[in-house]
């Protein structure tokens, strides 16, 4: 295959100007070309919707673990890796995600809503009495342990036991990020250490007494010699937990924001003139809260017009193809009624985001019962974004919630 040169960068995607706003420069890798080098990493970023797209449903470009070397420094991070779906093509991949895939259909978590719609009120009601009328965190208090209560109440997870579960998370997403140090690989060590260790505990405890939950199903799915070992139990349970919530949180926080700064677009939300569920989609687009996805080429392919050699990586730059004005019409402008808004915040192809119909109707609920509660609410300063691109989302948000003060 002949390769002709490719349009390079040597853009830091760890620096803070980039990761404070990527969108000007993921515009000019755009106009580069749909696929371009990325000089410091050797990556080749796929910048554009239609090539994004592509490159996610091609089978020639899969999910390929590697495990980090000195296995004896790295060996739990690896092994939590190397057995969960997300990390495998298929047939593997087929045989771990049917397992878990009848939890999230729509009919199931459909009837989740009752009981997520009580835990948003619940945490609304703590908020409500918390507060001595100044500004609130809601990242803290709303958007952090609404879906991680959620998914842990589908798993079964000990509402006593939840309490690291966030910063374990948090600990090992971080090693995703591009320029990861010393000091955050230790920390994702430890983390994948301790949470291996709580869920086989777990696991331990639900072969001695079942309960209704998706642990018990996946330990009954084990047990029968043919569906999970149990390194793959203990991954797929971790995977569930960190994927369950991690993007929920992000999306609430970004989208929140947009909307706070765009009054004109939460008048048509709370006016009820754009339905919730609608302004989600928009949410999810114009501020993606998973930015890049890598995947290596298993053969010689071409991704948008340009040939990719076998062994090269490759990585889909999500909240880019979410900004392309071949697709979105005025894509930068943050518009709640957007339609038709074939965003790609949830993946597309065998690694489509197993979870998107719990995560749409978790933003859905979130978003309409703070709104129905507090519709004044305004942003009380500057908010706090993480440090990180690849996950991209706030630490803080503090709103005023009965409006300015």
């Given at each position: 295959?002949?390769?002709?040169?490719?349009?390079?960068?040597?853009?830091?995607?760890?620096?803070?100007?980039?990761?404070?706003?990527?969108?000007?420069?993921?515009?000019?890798?755009?106009?580069?070309?749909?696929?371009?080098?990325?000089?410091?990493?050797?990556?080749?970023?796929?910048?554009?919707?239609?090539?994004?797209?592509?490159?996610?449903?091609?089978?020639?470009?899969?999910?390929?673990?590697?495990?980090?070397?000195?296995?004896?420094?790295?060996?739990?991070?690896?092994?939590?890796?190397?057995?969960?779906?997300?990390?495998?093509?298929?047939?593997?991949?087929?045989?771990?995600?049917?397992?878990?895939?009848?939890?999230?259909?729509?009919?199931?978590?459909?009837?989740?809503?009752?009981?997520?719609?009580?835990?948003?009120?619940?945490?609304?009601?703590?908020?409500?009495?918390?507060?001595?009328?100044?500004?609130?965190?809601?990242?803290?208090?709303?958007?952090?342990?609404?879906?991680?209560?959620?998914?842990?109440?589908?798993?079964?997870?000990?509402?006593?036991?939840?309490?690291?579960?966030?910063?374990?998370?948090?600990?090992?997403?971080?090693?995703?990020?591009?320029?990861?140090?010393?000091?955050?690989e230790a920390a994702a060590i430890a983390a994948s250490t301790d949470f291996a260790t709580y869920v086989?505990?777990?696991?331990?405890?639900?072969?001695?007494?079942?309960?209704?939950?998706?642990?018990?199903?996946?330990?009954?799915?084990?047990?029968?010699?043919?569906?999970?070992?149990?390194?793959?139990?203990?991954?797929?349970?971790?995977?569930?937990?960190?994927?369950?919530?991690?993007?929920?949180?992000?999306?609430?926080?970004?989208?929140?924001?947009?909307?706070?700064?765009?009054?004109?677009?939460?008048?048509?939300?709370?006016?009820?003139?754009?339905?919730?569920?609608?302004?989600?989609?928009?949410?999810?687009?114009?501020?993606?809260?998973?930015?890049?996805?890598?995947?290596?080429?298993?053969?010689?392919?071409?991704?948008g017009g340009v040939p990719v050699r076998r062994g090269a990586q490759v990585a889909v730059l999500l909240?880019?193809?979410?900004?392309?004005?071949?697709?979105?019409?005025?894509?930068?402008?943050?518009?709640?009624?957007?339609?038709?808004?074939?965003?790609?915040?949830?993946?597309?192809?065998?690694?489509?985001?197993?979870?998107?119909?719990?995560?749409?109707?978790?933003?859905?609920?979130?978003?309409?019962?703070?709104?129905?509660?507090?519709?004044?609410?305004?942003?009380?300063?500057?908010?706090?974004?993480r440090p990180t691109f690849v996950l991209r989302g706030y630490a803080r948000v503090d709103v005023s919630?009965?409006?300015?003060?």
């Amino acid at each position: 295959m002949h390769a002709p040169a490719l349009p390079a960068t040597a853009l830091d995607l760890a620096g803070a100007d980039f990761v404070n706003d990527p969108y000007p420069e993921l515009s000019r890798l755009r106009k580069l070309g749909p696929v371009v080098r990325h000089e410091p990493t050797d990556l080749l970023l796929v910048t554009r919707h239609a090539a994004v797209g592509a490159a996610l449903r091609h089978r020639s470009l899969g999910r390929i673990w590697r495990d980090l070397e000195p296995e004896q420094t790295y060996g739990p991070f690896n092994t939590l890796h190397r057995n969960q779906m997300m990390e495998h093509e298929p047939p593997a991949h087929t045989r771990l995600r049917r397992l878990v895939a009848g939890a999230f259909a729509r009919g199931h978590v459909e009837r989740m809503r009752p009981r997520i719609e009580a835990l948003a009120d619940e945490l609304l009601d703590d908020i409500a009495n918390a507060t001595s009328g100044g500004p609130v965190d809601v990242v803290a208090g709303y958007a952090e342990p609404l879906p991680v209560a959620v998914i842990a109440d589908l798993l079964g997870i000990p509402a006593a036991d939840r309490a690291p579960l966030r910063d374990w998370s948090q600990a090992i997403v971080r090693m995703y990020e591009v320029g990861r140090t010393p000091l955050v690989e230790a920390a994702a060590i430890a983390a994948s250490t301790d949470f291996a260790t709580y869920v086989r505990d777990l696991v331990a405890e639900r072969r001695q007494r079942p309960s209704d939950d998706l642990l018990t199903d996946l330990v009954r799915g084990s047990d029968d010699g043919s569906q999970l070992s149990g390194e793959e139990l203990v991954a797929t349970v971790v995977l569930l937990l960190n994927a369950g919530h991690e993007a929920s949180v992000n999306a609430f926080g970004n989208g929140l924001v947009d909307l706070l700064r765009h009054p004109e677009q939460l008048a048509r939300v709370t006016s009820g003139a754009v339905p919730v569920a609608a302004a989600v989609a928009e949410l999810l687009r114009h501020d993606a809260p998973l930015q890049l996805f890598e995947r290596t080429a298993t053969d010689d392919v071409e991704v948008g017009g340009v040939p990719v050699r076998r062994g090269a990586q490759v990585a889909v730059l999500l909240g880019s193809a979410n900004r392309d004005d071949n697709v979105f019409a005025n894509a930068h402008r943050f518009d709640v009624g957007r339609d038709p808004n074939p965003h790609l915040g949830f993946g597309m192809g065998v690694h489509f985001c197993l979870g998107a119909p719990l995560a749409r109707m978790e933003l859905a609920i979130a978003l309409a019962a703070l709104l129905a509660r507090w519709p004044s609410l305004v942003l009380a300063g500057e908010p706090v974004r993480r440090p990180t691109f690849v996950l991209r989302g706030y630490a803080r948000v503090d709103v005023s919630l009965e409006g300015p003060r």
